[in-house]
């Protein structure tokens, strides 16, 4: 019964039975966070950068976007329910998926009228 709070910088806050796993304040990213999705089988989270790169906190990293820039920015991510795997989702509605998270397509060709926020499995 707690939760987590994220910053653009990457401070970690935890509250509650939230378990803090540590952060990347104080570190140089290459482009702010934009997000946090919790692992249920450990606990842990990590955090995801406008860029698409993710960092694992108590978490078993699956992979990121890397060197691979999206086409727009990544404004958000989602974790599986099982906790082997998550989605990344950019502003254009590209969904980009890692681990056990099944890809079942995006809007990233679609004329969208607004910018994509979130993800929600």
Same mark, same amino acid.
């Given at each position: 019964? +707690?939760? @987590?709070?994220? =910053? #653009?910088? !990457? /401070? &970690? $806050?935890? *509250? %509650?039975?939230?378990?803090?796993?540590?952060?990347?304040?104080?570190?140089?990213?290459?482009?702010?966070?934009?997000?946090?999705?919790?692992?249920?089988?450990?606990? +842990?989270? @990590?955090?995801? =950068? #406008?860029? !698409? /790169? &993710? $960092?694992? *906190? %108590?978490?078993?990293?699956?992979?990121?976007?890397?060197?691979?820039?999206?086409?727009?920015?990544?404004?958000?991510?989602?974790?599986?329910?099982?906790?082997?795997?998550?989605?990344?989702?950019?502003?254009?509605? !590209?969904?980009?998926?890692?681990?056990?998270?099944?890809?079942?397509?995006?809007?990233?060709?679609?004329?969208?009228?607004?910018?994509?926020?979130?993800?929600?499995?």
């Amino acid at each position: 019964s +707690g939760y @987590w709070l994220v =910053g #653009a910088d !990457g /401070g &970690v $806050f935890a *509250f %509650g039975d939230a378990q803090y796993f540590g952060s990347m304040a104080k570190r140089r990213l290459a482009a702010p966070i934009v997000g946090l999705a919790v692992d249920v089988t450990t606990a +842990g989270y @990590w955090l995801v =950068g #406008a860029d !698409g /790169g &993710v $960092f694992a *906190f %108590g978490a078993t990293y699956f992979g990121s976007l890397g060197r691979h820039a999206p086409a727009r920015p990544v404004v958000g991510m989602a974790a599986t329910t099982d906790g082997y795997g998550y989605w990344l989702v950019g502003a254009d509605g !590209g969904v980009f998926a890692f681990g056990d998270a099944p890809y079942d397509g995006s809007m990233a060709q679609a004329r969208l009228r607004a910018p994509v926020r979130a993800l929600a499995p």
